[in-house]
């Protein structure tokens, strides 16, 4: 992690590791935690197409469905490197540039503070 982010310019990083998160946080990224919160996160794996990269066919995944969303909801149980606990003392930790989004945001077009981001 540490040489990806040393190496290029510019990159997003996507990350449920805390652990990993801060390597990259040493940077001074913006950092941009996606919150929605559980009943919008079970939703989101509910309404999740098809994912042939992962498994052979739609049923295969349904079929695993129950366990994401168990897991899923122990996000915000559980006290793990893969929790809400330790995303939350990350963010409020890190004094670089962050934002918090609490709720889905409209992607097509892309708010101009989205692209802002990016730039």
Known sequence: MRAFCASHRSWIVEGCYTHLVRVAL???PRL???NPGEAQCRANCRARPWEPHKYASRAEQDE???FLLTWVSDYYRRDD???LHAHSALYAEYAGPKH???TRPLLEPP???LIA???
């Open 26 to 28: 040493a940077f001074s």
């Open 32 to 34: 941009v935690f996606l």
């Open 64 to 66: 695993r469905l129950e």
């Open 81 to 83: 490197d893969m929790s």
């Open 100 to 102: 918090q989004l609490t």
């Open 111 to 113: 708010p101009a503070e």
């Open 117 to 119: 981001w990016t730039g």
